[in-house]
């Protein structure tokens, strides 16, 4: 049985997970001993998997409690892949290398076969597959699907959907849009003028 800080599974699961997803959760939670941790919102990341050589009592599972109950189950998979992968092979594998994508896609699509999830939930998945990346957060159609279903970015726009001179608010400073890259824009912080690369998949308020 995984530990899990602070509440119990069936809480974790009740608060966190869509509850179609129980049944198809809840036997990798009582079959492998990782820990897991539903944390505060961070910046930087979405989830996480640490280990230590002792595999059994060193996996830990961390996913922000802050995320859409849909987010919050592809960042869990995203990173019970890496425990997975982690068990399975050497340590020199590539984090995001080929063993990681193969796991994932797998548990991605037995999810799609054994969830019930709303149909731009699925398409978005499915979508997310043909091109796996290392981050859902990069991936443009995600992004787009999830914001719809979290009141808390539901106002906010991507920064590749904003023109070259727009004015948008992150991380609660103002940046004008100067151009666009393939995935980033080079942006001018007001305060003080200067320049910044902004992910086109970032959720921001325009001004």
Aim: glycine share 4%; charged share 25%; hydrophobic share 40%.
């Amino acid at each position: 049985m995984s530990k899990l800080v602070a509440i119990s599974l069936d809480k974790i699961l009740e608060q966190y997970f869509p509850a179609s997803s129980h049944h198809f959760v809840r036997p990798f939670f009582d079959n492998n001993p990782f820990n897991f941790t539903v944390t505060t919102h961070r910046q930087s990341k979405k989830g996480d998997f640490r280990t230590s050589r002792n595999l059994i009592n060193g996996a830990t599972i961390t996913v922000n409690g802050t995320l859409h109950q849909y987010e919050f189950l592809l960042v869990f998979l995203h990173e019970l892949a890496h425990y997975f992968v982690a068990k399975e092979k050497p340590a020199n594998v590539k984090p995001h290398g080929k063993e990681w994508k193969m796991c994932y896609k797998k548990l991605v699509e037995d999810a799609l076969e054994q969830v019930e999830l709303p149909s731009d939930i699925v398409e978005a998945w499915r979508q997310h597959l043909k091109n796996i990346k290392s981050s859902s957060s990069t991936d443009p159609h995600l992004v787009a699907v999830f914001k719809k279903y979290d009141t808390r970015t539901s106002n906010k726009v991507m920064v590749g959907e904003l023109q070259v001179g727009d004015i948008f608010l992150f991380r609660n400073l103002q940046f004008r849009v100067d151009s666009f890259a393939r995935t980033r824009a080079k942006c001018t912080l007001l305060a003080n003028n200067k320049q910044f690369l902004i992910g086109k998949t970032a959720l921001v308020l325009k001004a």
